[in-house]
């Protein structure tokens, strides 16, 4: 036990210690305290420039962006350092005042990255982006690409930091904030992480090391197939050290028919389609696999000029729309196009007026008029970059590559094609495509309903999926008498003057399988495939004007548990409405 001196002494040293530990703990708090508030400070002025900075981004105005990201950057900077210290981490795992710790030193350290890491470098790089001379400045575009590369890791980071915060146990002043910049940051990751390898190969794309050959597929919805529209021109493209110049361009007609597939076409698709496939070049789009369009384009452009692209790119008319949105309005002769009257002055008003020959004048002329507009604009990327996001989510935008390490990477994100896209939308994603088999320009008229539903059936816990795809022709009574041949088709493949007939193709998740096609009540025969790694079927609907029908695709889920389908589809020229519904088992 020890004698009375000794228990004293002892008792003293402990009262000592206690007290020396309260006075380093109280240090240490009013440390923190006085750098919270120095925080906050720097911090406030940050958020004060927030509805700037939201607004510069949608207006995508640069010479804004760098402005305010100039301002804020110190005050980001010493936020960080405030809250980055060792004492700082130490009081976290003080109760009640330690997630609100947690939260800020994540914030500004997040804040710093996002402004010091990528917003400032992006702002000085991106205005030089353009040489000057119509083209890109590759040398630049590759300093782009090491910064998105370079803060990859850190956004990554961030967004699992932010995850792992108890944002529940926070004040409000602290807690919103830090919601408010865990979405910025997530958006920003995503945003970075998806981009970051599509830049690295970009200057070579663009002709860094040696010229490249591109063939660009221009799609018309106006006839609708896997991928957007018929196949109705190439442009012929030469991209060298980031200038890319047209050499020429053709249209479907300059490629006849052939009486043998051009080139392999996959069982699967020609079970779907029919080998017309791979015997007419406006059907080179309708493969789900975006590879197979493009070595069937390869095929036909190597019959028709001797050469095979280096790279093949597929757009429509709403990405017209999109660059005349960021270029302003254009001349092409006779019309002045407006991202306004763009769709309808190329998907409509030509098969109302011109015959075959004047309307491949008309389309070269539209092509070449946007073609110089978009290159002479090429000094502002950011009109581009902006103009370009809707109809890039919309998968009206592809590309493929010959070289394997390019393609690996547009393969694999929203550039890769239909497939590709499903891939991406996850594990519940199912594919609705559709093919217009009219031989017409009738689909501006068609109106597509997608409803989608799941019900647990089966003993085995694995639930049936059904995807109701519901087609209306909108074209008005008379439209046999009133529309010309080159908008209904004339009959020449089977269907009426007026009617409309359309492949519906809807593909389940890879794993999932193909149960029943139901048509007005009754379960009709339809093929069950593999396209593109997918299970799919399919079913033809035919409709007269003012009818509507719909055809439902039962699939079994290829897991357990409750499954709530995401869809992609065909981009249209009128979006599909997405519905949901509580299906019974059969």
């Known amino acids: 036990m020890g004698s009375p001196v000794v228990r004293g002494v002892r008792a003293r040293w402990l009262v000592l210690g206690l007290a020396a530990a309260i006075v380093v703990v109280l240090a240490a708090l009013a440390w923190v305290g006085v750098r919270a508030l120095m925080a906050k400070s720097e911090i406030d002025q940050v958020t004060a420039h927030i509805d700037e900075l939201r607004q510069a981004v949608g207006d995508g105005d640069l010479g804004t962006l760098a402005k305010v990201a100039d301002e804020v950057a110190p005050h ?14 130490a009081t976290e795992v003080v109760p009640v005042l330690g997630p609100n710790l947690a939260a800020a030193r994540v914030s500004s350290s997040q804040l710093d990255v996002l402004v010091n890491d990528l917003a ?40 699992r930091e932010f995850a792992a915060l108890d944002l529940d146990e926070t004040i409000p002043a602290v807690g919103d904030g830090a919601r408010q910049l865990q979405k910025i940051n997530d958006q920003a990751a995503t945003i970075v992480h998806d981009t970051a390898p599509f830049a690295k190969i970009a200057p070579g794309l663009l002709g860094a090391d040696k010229k490249r050959h591109i063939l660009m597929i221009v799609q018309n919805n106006a006839e609708l197939r896997t991928g957007g529209g018929i196949n109705g021109s190439l442009l012929d493209l030469t991209a ?67 050469t095979k692209p280096d790279l093949v790119v597929s757009i429509d008319a709403f990405v017209l729309r999109a660059i005349i949105k960021a270029t302003g309005p254009i001349d092409a002769g006779n019309i002045t196009l407006t991202a306004d009257n763009a769709v309808k002055n190329i998907l409509v008003t030509p098969y109302l007026t011109l015959d075959a020959e004047q309307q491949d004048a008309y389309f070269t002329k539209i092509a070449k008029a946007v073609f110089a507009k978009a290159t002479g604009a090429a000094e502002n990327p950011a009109a581009f970059v902006t103009a370009l996001q809707t109809p890039l989510a919309q998968g009206r935008i592809s590309a493929w590559s010959r070289a394997q390490d390019e393609e690996a990477v547009l393969g ?172 019974k088992c059969q």
């Open 76 to 89: 980001v900077q010493r936020a960080d350092a405030l809250t980055g210290d060792p004492i700082w981490r």
């Open 120 to 159: 400032l470098p992006l702002m000085s790089e991106l205005p030089h982006l353009g040489d000057g001379k119509g083209g890109i400045d590759v040398a630049t575009l590759q300093k782009v690409a090491k910064t998105l590369q370079g803060v990859d890791a850190a956004l990554q980071a961030g967004t």
């Open 240 to 306: 060298d050290s980031g200038r890319v110049t047209l050499n020429r361009v053709a249209s479907d007609v300059t490629f006849p028919p052939t009486k043998t597939p051009i080139a392999d076409v996959p069982e699967s698709t020609t079970t779907l389609y029919g080998d017309v496939v791979g015997r007419y070049i406006q059907n080179t789009t309708s493969p789900a696999d975006f590879t197979v369009t493009a070595e069937l384009v390869s095929a036909w452009w190597h019959k028709y000029a001797g």
């Open 412 to 583: 694999a994100g929203m550039l890769g094609g239909p497939a590709a896209r499903h891939r991406a939308a996850g594990k519940h994603a199912y594919a609705v495509y559709l093919s217009d088999a009219t031989g017409s320009k009738m689909d501006r008229f068609l109106a597509t309903t997608i409803t989608t539903g799941s019900v647990l059936c089966r003993s085995d816990g694995h639930q049936d999926v059904t995807i109701t795809v519901t087609l209306k022709n909108n074209a008005p009574a008379d439209a046999a008498t009133r529309y010309s041949g080159w908008v209904t088709g004339g009959g020449v493949h089977g269907t009426p003057p007026g009617q409309i007939r359309t492949i519906v193709v809807v593909s389940a998740p890879a794993n999932g399988s193909v149960a029943a096609v139901t048509a007005d009540g009754k379960t009709i025969h339809a093929p069950a495939v593999v396209e593109a790694g997918f299970p799919t079927t399919t079913a033809t609907v035919l409709l007269k004007p003012g009818e509507a029908k719909s055809v439902e695709f039962r699939f079994i889920a290829g897991a357990t548990g409750d499954v709530r389908p995401v869809i992609v589809h065909t981009p249209m020229m009128q979006s599909p409405e997405i519905a949901r519904d509580s299906p």
